[in-house]
């Protein structure tokens, strides 16, 4: 009776299906942040149309907005792109992660 039941759970075991691919944190397929051609954004308002813009141009699923005064947290994600802004709220840098 033993042998039979170990043989149906191997059988068991062998009929199952792979589990599918993990999702890794900071990581949305198929975005990855790029930050070519994004210095054209440097001294504009920072606004959600510019934002949204942003977000286009550098591919990232994230944005992230950086006020003056504003802690971030330091974790890296490769799919987001984080703006940078000073006191009159122009973009002032741009960096991925």
Not at 17 to 23: D, E, F, L, R, V
Not at 50 to 56: C, D, E, S, V
Request: glycine share 8%; proline share 5%.
């Amino acid at each position: 009776m033993r042998k039979i039941a170990l043989i149906a759970l191997a059988l068991v075991c062998a009929c199952s299906t792979a589990p599918a691919a993990p999702i890794i944190h900071g990581e949305t397929p198929g975005h990855t942040c790029q930050t070519a051609g994004l210095a054209r954004f440097l001294g504009q308002a920072g606004t959600s149309a510019t934002g949204a813009a942003i977000k286009r141009a550098s591919h990232a699923a994230v944005l992230r907005w950086a006020p003056p005064g504003y802690m971030l947290t330091m974790d890296y994600r490769a799919d987001r792109v984080t703006v940078y802004l000073d006191d009159a709220r122009k973009v002032t840098k741009i960096n991925c992660g």
